[in-house]
């Protein structure tokens, strides 16, 4: 009999104990999961992970896990977000009792589209006049000619500088460009063809020994040396598109030049005092 008492007691304090250890027991469980890529399915480092109900918020590692250990047992919503990325919101995450909660969260890329970037060059100081002239066509002013060494207001002369350009011989201002002879040479002034504009010249050349234009009267012109536009269809080695200078409409002016080379009268002015053209 007594050892049936004593059995009794020894099972009624095993079930004290284990009802105990229940009541003491927290009804917590662990969610964890992974963040990855919805198009390339990659782990996504550095990914904030917040449990809304606690606010509680952890970091993805370096393979996209993310843990939370001691949930209340109850539904629970996780908030994700990343610099690159767009926000996801995951509803109705179930925590049991019985087993961990692991979950798979995808994250859309966020494309940001800013606005365009525009860069533009600064506009060329000897960007051709003529907008049809693309490459192998620079201007000049009648300062360049009177700057260049030995030039003496002769745009021929001021040429053989440029790239592309030599002169012919000493004796003249023919130049030679890209190899073609000087007889290809086109001038023009003002969109009309214009006879070789030098004095001494042969026949049929484009040069001589001393230029006729007056640096009085030019304004910036053209020189191409190639790929000519479609207007410039009787040259083979380069054109001079040259442009008058307009003249002063309020006042009258004069000027005279003198040199070894010759003399340049020049007078400008309106034709009358009440002509403003």
């Given at each position: ?96 009792a019985g087993k961990e909660t692991v ?48 030039a003496v207001n002769d745009p021929l ?65 053209d020189f191409i040396t190639g790929a ?50």
């Amino acid at each position: 009999m007594l050892r049936f008492k004593l059995t009794g007691i020894a099972v009624l304090l095993l079930l004290c104990a284990i009802v105990n250890g229940q009541s003491k027991q927290s009804y917590t469980q662990t969610i964890r999961g992974t963040v990855l890529d919805n198009v390339l399915q990659v782990p996504i480092t550095g990914a904030t992970v917040t449990l809304v109900s606690t606010g509680t918020s952890v970091v993805t590692d370096m393979n996209g896990h993310f843990k939370f250990t001691e949930v209340n047992l109850s539904s629970h919503r996780l908030h994700v977000s990343h610099t690159a990325y767009k926000e996801v919101v995951a509803d109705n995450i179930v925590v049991n009792a019985g087993k961990e909660t692991v979950i798979s969260l995808l994250m859309e890329m966020n494309v940001v589209a800013e606005d365009e970037i525009v860069l533009k060059s600064n506009t060329k100081k000897n960007k051709p006049l003529n907008e049809m002239s693309v490459v192998s066509a620079r201007a000049f002013s009648v300062e360049e000619t009177q700057k260049y060494a030995a030039a003496v207001n002769d745009p021929l002369r001021m040429a053989m500088g440029f790239p592309g350009v030599m002169a012919a011989d000493d004796g003249s201002n023919n130049i030679v460009i890209r190899g073609n002879s000087p007889a290809g040479l086109l001038w023009r002034m003002e969109g009309i063809d214009i006879p070789n504009p030098n004095h001494f010249g042969n026949a049929g050349s484009s040069g001589g020994g001393i230029s006729i234009l007056s640096s009085q009267l030019l304004s910036n012109s053209d020189f191409i040396t190639g790929a000519f536009a479609a207007e410039y269809g009787n040259a083979l080695s380069g054109v001079f598109d040259l442009k008058l200078r307009k003249g002063n409409n309020e006042r009258k002016e004069y000027s005279f030049q003198a040199g070894v080379l010759g003399l340049n009268a020049a007078a400008e002015g309106p034709i009358s005092p009440f002509y403003k053209g």
